[in-house]
């Protein structure tokens, strides 16, 4: 019952930017972080960027820092990665998931609830 639905990925040149969307239904949506995660062929799950459940706080990998900007609408239930000048190496499978309920931003893929199925991003060089 619970359903995280990524959307917004595609193939995009570098320098382009795409905007990721994260649908949440069947959870409490405003009491949880959020974070977004990202995984490349061959590659093992990492953290991109995270938000708390107040929106008090974002947290991102030193990889996307000053590109990718994590925001929320608790009224939308959705979170959003706004992805900026797009480098080859972003290409990788994205993710949303959703911390346990009044916890803290978390890095850690096993610090997280609940996943979505994901949604391919491809940058072209």
């Known amino acids: 019952q619970v359903q995280l639905v990524e959307s917004g990925g595609g193939l995009v040149q570098a320098g382009g930017s795409l905007r990721l969307s994260c649908a949440a239904s069947?959870?409490?949506?405003?009491?949880?972080?959020m974070g977004w995660f990202r995984q490349a062929p061959g590659k093992e799950r990492r953290f991109v960027a995270g938000i708390s459940w107040r929106a008090g706080s974002t947290y991102y990998a030193d990889s996307v820092k000053g590109r990718f900007t994590i925001s929320r609408d608790d009224a939308k239930n959705t979170v959003y990665l706004q992805m900026n000048s797009l480098k080859p190496e972003d290409t990788a499978v994205y993710y949303c998931a959703a911390a346990p309920l009044r916890v803290g931003l978390m890095p850690s893929v096993y610090d997280y609830e609940y996943w979505g199925q994901g949604t391919q991003v491809t940058v072209s060089s």
């Open positions: 069947g959870l409490t949506f405003s009491s949880r972080a």
